[in-house]
């Protein structure tokens, strides 16, 4: 089955999104702030009305889902994501298992560099409409959220 779901998957246009944030601080603290699944409400922006709704902690590990529930241009979705690599305080990936994508894989990674730490998001994902819906609408509101984030973090993190 999951030979199948490659096979499907590589038939898709897919995407890919990247960007980097350097933090004043060190790895140390700044991976943990991640492996906090309810920190993703701070770094969220409203506009996406994003709740989480997994009940309870959420260990972070491979295998580990979490259920939660955003607004995209007004209309409701949920959206389940299943951590898939675990790797303190390196990096992680989560990959959705049900929403509004086709594909969603996305891998962060923390290195060490100039006294903080270098963040990395690769986003590989594909979309319903392929390549004009992307240009019309996904890829500026993916640019959008990690614009925001980045703003997020910056001031939690105390480098504004």
Not at 33 to 56: M, Q, S
Not at 137 to 148: A, H, L
Request: net charge positive; aromatic share 14%; with cysteine.
């Amino acid at each position: 089955m999951a030979d199948f779901l490659g096979y499907l998957a590589r038939l898709m246009t897919t995407h890919l999104f990247e960007t980097e944030l350097w933090l004043p601080v060190p790895r140390e603290k700044v991976f943990p702030f991640f492996a906090d699944a309810r920190n993703l409400e701070t770094i969220t922006p409203p506009w996406l009305n994003f709740k989480i709704l997994t009940p309870g902690e959420i260990p972070m590990r491979v295998g580990a889902l979490i259920d939660y529930q955003i607004r995209i241009h007004g209309l409701p979705v949920r959206w389940r994501t299943e951590i898939t690599g675990w790797q303190p305080p390196f990096s992680f990936v989560d990959e959705q298992r049900r929403g509004p994508y086709r594909l969603w894989r996305h891998t962060h990674t923390f290195a060490e560099k100039d006294g903080g730490t270098l963040c990395r998001d690769r986003v590989e994902y594909a979309v319903p409409g392929g390549a004009l819906v992307n240009w019309l609408f996904v890829r500026q509101d993916v640019q959008k959220i990690f614009n925001y984030r980045a703003l997020a973090l910056k001031k939690h993190f105390g480098a504004l």
